[in-house]
């Protein structure tokens, strides 16, 4: 047999998140499945099994505008490790579209703690924050130092993000995966 004899496989079809969410569902309310077809796009990896978790990254200001529609009210206060609440950065991105960027995660229903949540937000072309320089792409500017405190004063300011408990522990430059535009990822561990 020849490698051009060898019997191939059709490709199986990519499993969307709604479908590994219902896969590995056990139990749970399940109230997250009305988020994944607006979070579905900008989903990293699938879970591989029912405990993992779905982070999502660049998810823009139309989606941020249709989860603040979809969420009840007291699933907008969640906070991860003193960020801003969920609805904050949500509004924030809806109010500077194409500036603010969310990223976070979905934890999925057959957990007691199933929820969304972001855990930072990138910053893209906000002229305020031109005048920073607070680290090369290679060094990561950790919670102290650097120009750190004033740019996180300013993009608070700038966004509304006031229920934020401290500043993130993380700022570096990035680059989005998507449109190839530079900006801010800051994250709250």
Not at 10 to 31: I, K, M, N, Y
Not at 96 to 113: A, I, M, Q, T
Not at 129 to 150: K, M, N, Q, W, Y
Request: glycine content about 6%.
């Amino acid at each position: 047999m020849t490698p051009d004899t060898l019997p191939t496989r059709p490709a199986r079809p990519r499993e969307t998140l709604e479908q590994v969410w219902r896969r590995l569902q056990d139990e749970g309310s399940g109230w997250t499945h009305d988020l994944l077809e607006v979070v579905e796009p900008y989903v990293l990896d699938r879970p591989a099994h029912p405990g993992d978790i779905a982070r999502f990254r660049d998810l823009p200001w139309t989606a941020a505008a249709r989860l603040l529609q979809l969420l009840p009210r007291e699933r907008l206060a969640d906070k991860q490790n003193g960020a801003p609440s969920l609805g904050s950065v949500l509004v924030a991105s809806v109010g500077h579209p194409r500036e603010v960027e969310v990223h976070g995660y979905l934890v999925p229903p057959s957990r007691s703690d199933e929820r969304i949540t972001a855990e930072g937000i990138v910053v893209y072309d906000h002229p305020e924050l031109e005048e920073f320089r607070i680290v090369d792409s290679e060094e990561p500017c950790e919670v102290t130092g650097c120009e750190h405190v004033a740019f996180w004063s300013s993009v608070q300011a700038s966004f509304g993000l006031a229920d934020a408990d401290h500043a993130p522990q993380l700022i570096v430059p990035r680059q989005c995966r998507r449109t190839g535009r530079a900006g801010w990822y800051l994250w709250w561990d």
